[in-house]
């Protein structure tokens, strides 16, 4: 009798300690023949019709989703926000031209940009709706962790003399076109031999919010094949010059819990050679290392832990020089920083691509692709050593999961 009653602990307490570590389903937004779409669990539902939907983005609490809807060209597109509760979507204000929006990390405020204007939603009924003019000639910006004021960046202009120096500032949400309210945060000095650049773009912060790195970027030929990854300290006092890369903003990833900051380095507009991964501590004070084997490239890349990163990897291709660019055929790999061990992670087969590796708290997720296809499906592991799952099929392009913040 005893030995049943021990039994019966023991299965009641493995049965409910499976239950408290259950995993929450994955939740994303994501695009099928041009329309929003979301999925949670197993349940996908479509949020639009009749639109050019591209960039949906979840707000900090996962009410919105937020996102830009144009015509079949792409020219011109517009800010529309999809309300999950009232399940309508709507424009914050009407007609806001923009290509570049971002939610607040503090709050369910957005910021976009429209022709060189760098505005802020209001709030009416607890969403976002109307907006405030925050400052003029902004070419690109993203929030101060604390969500109350913006680092932005200002193209500079080609003077008889040359082109000025490019300048960072710092822009209180509550400027309101204010010049006053409006502090110059760094100036940059270039030049043509070694640090060519007009303007700064795609900001991301480190996780304790100490750097913040960005590329530099010189005029639109130069730049196909070359920019500048820098960071500067959040108090403006710090700059330093990081490496040479591509203007890729995914390419660009600080590590979950550290100061280091993967990246892939290489110059030259094609992806057949010169592309590798690249890990620094910042600030710098040695050498980047490099963690791509000689004859293969590197695509793309996620941190999997502070001391793992998954990359989208390919042979290069040394023998290419005329013709069509040839197809860089992707497969994940994981890296493992501190023993500098790497082994394959995905083994896709009849020509397809991987790429695009993601990682939602420990489940690793990626885009599956081919040559020809105009679409593809999002695939899924729940760890390194997991089974492949089909998650989505026939989407546009990889899917915005909802990470909760704290």
């Not at 060209?73 to 309300?83: A, M, N, P, R, W």
Request: hydrophobic share 35%; proline share 5%; charged share 20%.
């Amino acid at each position: 009798m005893a030995v049943r009653i021990l039994l019966l602990i023991l299965f009641v307490s493995l049965h409910f300690s499976t239950g408290a570590c259950a995993e929450v389903p994955l939740k994303a937004a994501f695009i099928r023949d041009h329309q929003l779409w979301m999925k949670e669990g197993d349940k996908e539902i479509q949020l639009t019709t009749g639109r050019v939907v591209s960039s949906p983005q979840w707000s900090k609490d996962g009410q919105f989703i937020a996102y830009l809807a144009g015509d079949e060209i792409g020219e011109k597109t517009y800010l529309y926000v999809y309300d999950l509760q009232k399940k309508e979507s709507y424009q914050p204000y009407p007609a806001i031209e923009t290509s570049d929006i971002k939610w607040s990390p503090t709050s369910n405020q957005l910021a976009c940009i429209s022709r060189g204007v760098l505005n802020v939603t209001k709030t009416k009924n607890g969403r976002p709706e109307g907006f405030e003019n925050v400052s003029l000639g902004v070419s690109d910006f993203e929030w101060f962790p604390n969500g109350k004021e913006f680092i932005v960046s200002s193209q500079s202009n080609l003077l008889p003399t040359g082109w000025e120096p490019v300048r960072l500032f710092k822009v209180p949400v509550d400027a309101n076109i204010d010049s006053n309210k409006i502090k110059l945060f760094y100036t940059i000095q270039t030049n043509t031999n070694d640090l060519f650049a007009i303007d700064a773009n795609y900001f991301k912060w480190s996780p304790d919010g100490s750097w913040v790195s960005f590329l530099l970027t010189p005029t639109t030929a130069w730049s196909n094949d070359s920019n500048t990854l820098s960071v500067i300290s959040s108090a403006g006092d710090h700059f330093q010059v990081i490496g040479k890369m591509l203007g890729y903003e995914n390419w660009i990833k600080w590590a979950p819990t550290k100061n280091q900051l993967a990246f892939i380095s290489g110059e030259g507009r094609f992806f057949v050679v010169n592309k590798n991964t690249a890990v620094t501590e910042i600030p710098t004070l040695n050498k980047q290392k490099d963690y791509t084997p000689k004859g293969y490239v590197d695509l793309d890349l996620e941190w999997l832990s502070p001391d793992e990163i998954i990359v989208a990897r390919a042979k290069e291709n040394k023998e290419w020089k005329v013709g069509p660019v040839p197809t860089m055929f992707t497969a994940l790999y994981i890296i493992n920083l501190e023993t500098a061990e790497q082994k394959q992670l995905t083994f896709p087969k009849n020509n397809n691509i991987d790429n695009t590796p993601q990682v939602v708290d420990s489940t690793i997720t990626w885009y599956r692709t081919s040559e020809k296809e105009k679409q593809g499906d999002v695939w899924v592991k729940d760890s390194i050593d997991g089974l492949e799952q089909l998650w989505l099929k026939n989407v546009d392009s990889a899917p915005t999961f909802f990470i909760k913040s704290n």
